[in-house]
């Protein structure tokens, strides 16, 4: 097993004043790991398709992109920090010719910042080169990786998802064939993870046995049918891709020339998609559970209306998130939806670091307020969720600064009161500021005249799904699948590893 692609200058960790580290440019907000995709398309451009698919998925990762394509045996790949649209131009995407690809753009929950973590991983085995994207997070990494270093695996990045990758060539260099090899090495891995991996066989489309993070399947044209992979419906629908079905958790899908076969590969399947995909993570027009979270999010706003309504003139959401929730608010307890705040939407795209007044002016580069529509008013705001507060503490001074008469503050999901382990950044426990302190001392700490979280019966109940299908551990402590002590203890524990 050769890594293709070792570590050269450029791929050193980007220095910590860089905009591009997600330590300055970090909101207040849990922030999602990554999107997947993939295409099995011989008569198309899947390059360029692929292209468009991580654009659609874009919100799911800022910090690096990267495609593979399959031209025969032989892999194209090109990786890099930045946005998909800042990562690849024309001239790039013609020099990836092939019938198949995979494309990933990413956040660092595991493994530092950096060029060389960037994914597709690409791994060298016994049947050809493997292409891997990952959406999820391991949690015994640890074990995963001494195993690997035992049976010699020369690993290059800190991440997870080089982790697997190898797994996977590991059990391929010992004789099996792809479909054996993959389901051998999933088998040793425990976490979360829905990935989708190139091979010169075909592409894989698989979901933990739990199904934590979302895979789709979407078709492209009729005769023949192609096939699309994506972390959400978003992906498919950019490129014109009909939504077929989910992955299931525990299930593999391989496709190849001749079509798509399902394999059910882990024989403890239950479903624990993450609630938080539903409440923030996802965009608002994908599709999970037959509607747009759209509607999902209205629903979410009108229950909580019904459990926490207040008198007030108007009810405004915090762009973009809180919106949905904000109109359902609005329909479910007849107090009028207006627009308070504006949205700046290419403030995440600018490379320069403001100077120290806008700094101190707080969150106005952001998000600015309509001083017309917020003077003199009782404000009901409305916000997806609230980690460490320290964006809605600048939040609510800013429309007390806009003339707002009193501001009370409505969350569409209850108290974050635990890290997650399984993909998303939410904080260590001591950072996340319903840990530590009651509904009564955030709303003091907040400025504002009242707070109110919408009930965990009441999230679960807007799905209109089994309770029990939904991992909502980062808001009760109950995680479906376990995590062992030292794995709590950081999130850089792989670069630790490497050091010591
Ligand atoms: S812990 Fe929270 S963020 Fe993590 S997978 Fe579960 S619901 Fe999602």
Request: hydrophobic share 35%; proline share 5%; net charge negative.
């Amino acid at each position: 097993m050769i890594p293709t692609h070792p570590i050269t200058a450029d791929e050193q960790p980007l220095p910590t004043n860089n905009p591009m580290t997600h330590q300055d440019t970090r909101p207040d907000k849990p922030e999602e790991a990554c999107g997947v995709f993939g295409i099995y398309a011989p008569e198309e451009d899947v390059a360029k398709l692929t292209y468009f698919g991580l654009y659609a998925l874009q919100h799911r990762g800022q910090e690096s992109a990267g495609i593979a394509t399959f031209e025969g045996e032989q892999v194209h790949l090109h990786k890099d920090m930045g946005l998909v649209s800042q990562v690849f131009n024309e001239g790039i995407l013609s020099n990836l010719p092939g019938q198949m690809a995979v494309g990933h753009t990413r956040y660092s929950t595991t493994g530092s910042s950096r060029k060389v973590n960037a994914q597709p991983a690409v791994v060298d085995t016994r049947l050809g080169t493997l292409a891997l994207a990952h959406n999820g997070n391991l949690v015994n990494t640890i074990q995963l990786r001494q195993e690997l270093l035992e049976n010699n695996c020369n690993l290059v990045t800190t991440t997870d998802s080089e982790m697997i990758a190898f797994a996977i060539a590991q059990e391929i260099d010992a004789g099996q064939n792809w479909l054996e090899g993959c389901i051998k090495a999933f088998s040793r891995l425990s976490g979360a993870f829905s990935l989708v991996i190139g091979t010169p066989a075909g592409l894989m489309g698989v979901r933990d046995p739990n199904g934590i993070r979302p895979l789709v399947i979407g078709t492209l044209g009729s005769d023949p049918v192609r096939y699309v992979l994506a972390s959400e419906t978003c992906g498919l629908d950019i490129i014109g891709a009909e939504y077929l079905r989910d992955v299931e958790p525990g299930e593999l899908v391989w496709i190849t020339q001749e079509g798509l076969a399902s394999y059910h590969w882990s024989q403890q399947q239950q479903r624990k998609l993450c609630i938080f995909e539903m409440i923030y993570f996802a965009r608002p027009d994908s599709v999970m559970h037959n509607e747009s979270l759209y509607t999902y999010r209205m629903r979410l706003g009108r229950q909580l209306a019904t459990e926490s309504i207040v008198d007030a003139d108007i009810v405004i959401g915090v762009p973009d998130s809180g919106i949905p929730a904000a109109i359902g608010f609005s329909q479910a307890s007849s107090i009028s939806y207006a627009e308070g705040l504006i949205k700046n939407r290419y403030v995440g795209r600018t490379f320069i670091q403001p100077t120290q007044t806008m700094r101190e002016s707080g969150i106005r580069m952001k998000l600015n307020p309509l001083k017309d529509v917020l003077n003199g008013k009782r404000v009901i705001i409305v916000d997806d969720s609230i980690v460490r507060g320290t964006t809605s503490r600048k939040l609510v001074k800013t429309l007390r600064e806009a003339g707002a008469r009193e501001v009370h503050m409505r969350i569409s999901s209850p108290p974050v009161t635990h890290p997650c382990f399984y993909g998303i950044d939410t904080d260590s426990q001591d950072q996340l500021i319903a840990a530590t302190k009651s509904v009564a001392e955030i709303t003091k700490q907040l400025e504002v005249d009242s707070l109110a979280y919408l009930s965990w019966e009441g999230m679960l109940l807007a799905t209109g799904e089994d309770p029990q299908s939904f991992c909502s551990a980062c808001f009760t402590g109950d995680y479906p699948v376990t995590v062992p002590e030292q794995v709590k203890a950081s999130k850089l524990i792989l670069e630790k590893a490497v050091m010591s």
